[in-house]
C-alpha cells in the first residue's frame, strides 16, 4: 500500500482515476485490462496493475508515440479500486 500512496501523477489523471474508482466493478474493469480468465486476489491483481502502470507512466514520460492516456487512466482506476477492496479485506480480517 505504500507503494501506492508513494505515486506521483499529474493532478488531473490522479482526480479523474479517483472519480471513475467510485464505480470500481472488479468483474467488468479487471477482467478488459488482465484478459479474461480467472481474476488474482486483491493484493495479486495490485501488483500486476502497479508493473502495468510504472509501464504506461514510463511511455508518457518519454512521449512515447504508442502512449494512450485511455489506457493509463483504465489503470489507475483499476490500481485505485483495487487498492480499495484489498484495505477493505484486511480490515475484515482483524475485526
Known amino acids: 500500500m505504500s507503494m501506492i500512496t508513494t505515486l ?3 493532478r488531473l489523471l490522479t482526480r479523474a482515476a479517483k472519480i471513475g474508482a467510485q464505480d470500481y466493478d472488479r468483474d467488468r474493469h479487471l477482467q478488459r485490462i488482465l484478459g ?3 481474476l488474482p486476489g486483491p493484493g495479486a491483481a495490485l501488483m500486476r496493475l502497479m508493473e502495468m502502470e ?3 507512466n514510463t511511455q508518457r514520460q518519454e512521449d512515447d508515440a504508442a502512449y ?3 489506457r ?3 489503470l489507475m482506476i483499476a490500481l485505485i479500486g483495487e487498492a480499495q477492496l484489498y484495505q477493505a479485506s484486511r480490515a475484515t480480517r482483524y475485526v
Do not use: C, N
Open 68 to 70: 494512450s492516456l485511455v
Open 72 to 74: 493509463h487512466l483504465d
Open 36 to 38: 479474461y480468465g480467472a
Open 8 to 10: 506521483r501523477r499529474p
Open 54 to 56: 510504472r509501464d504506461v
